[in-house]
Structures are given as structure tokens and as C-alpha cells.
């Protein structure tokens, strides 16, 4: 079996990232990955859906629950281009996530700006990874709407 690393999963979790932005939703994207396989793929779709819910961590969580028929993903690592907010990081915490890797942080809405963990204890967090590539497509989709 060929091992796949951080950086080739945060690529696919851009290019979810991608669509999202074509499609005028905030651009993120998230994959989720279990034995070095990707189950689970979803980007933003709140204002497709006309779901406030409708983040592509939540969309993420619940195609990998349904993928192993399980609601644990102690053996998973999800892969999201923007910091989780507060909503997304307690879905996490219920699935128990096994690991979560970042890549812009968000100071506004992140889970990491508030006093408490949100995240399960065993959840192994990673941050920045394509940080630079992703918060280049935010900034791009919200000037793009100021304009």
C-alpha cells in the first residue's frame, strides 16, 4: 500500500477548498482519512443547502461515519483548510476524532481562541500546513464579495 503524506491530503482538501469558492461558498474543504484512505470528502455548502450547519467538517464527519458504518473516528485524521470553528471542533470531540490537521488559523471564529478545549482529549491537532495557500483563497473569495 502506498503511504500518502500530510501535504498530499491537505492538497485534496484545497482543491475541496477550490470548488467551494467556484461555487461562491466560503472556500473550505475538508477530507477525512483512515488507513492512509480518504472516506469522507465535503467542502462549505451553507449557502447551497441553506444550512448554517452545512460546514465542510460536519459534511466531512457525518460521509466518514456513514463510510465505516460507525459514529467513533478514533482511527481518523481529518484534513481542513481552515481552523475548525467552535460548532465543527464539538462534532469532532463527538466523533472522537483521532487527529485534526489545520492550515490558516482563524482568529475570528477558530476554536483555538477560546478558553476552553473543545477538542477530545486524545484528538492530535496540526496546524499550518498549507496555511499560506489557504488563507490566499479566503482573502481572494472575500475581496471578491466586498467588490
Known sequence: MELYTDAYFMNEAMKLAQIAFEDGEIPV???IVCRNKIIAKAYNQTEKLTDV???????????AANALGAKYLTECQMYVTLEPCAMCAGA?????????????SDPKRGFSRLTENLLHPKTKVTSGLMAEESKALLDKFFKKLRN
Open 92 to 104: 469532532s470531540f463527538w466523533a472522537q476524532l483521532g487527529e485534526i490537521h489545520y492550515g490558516a
Open 53 to 63: 450547519t452545512a460546514h465542510a467538517e460536519i459534511l466531512a464527519i457525518t460521509s
Open 29 to 31: 474543504g475538508a477530507i
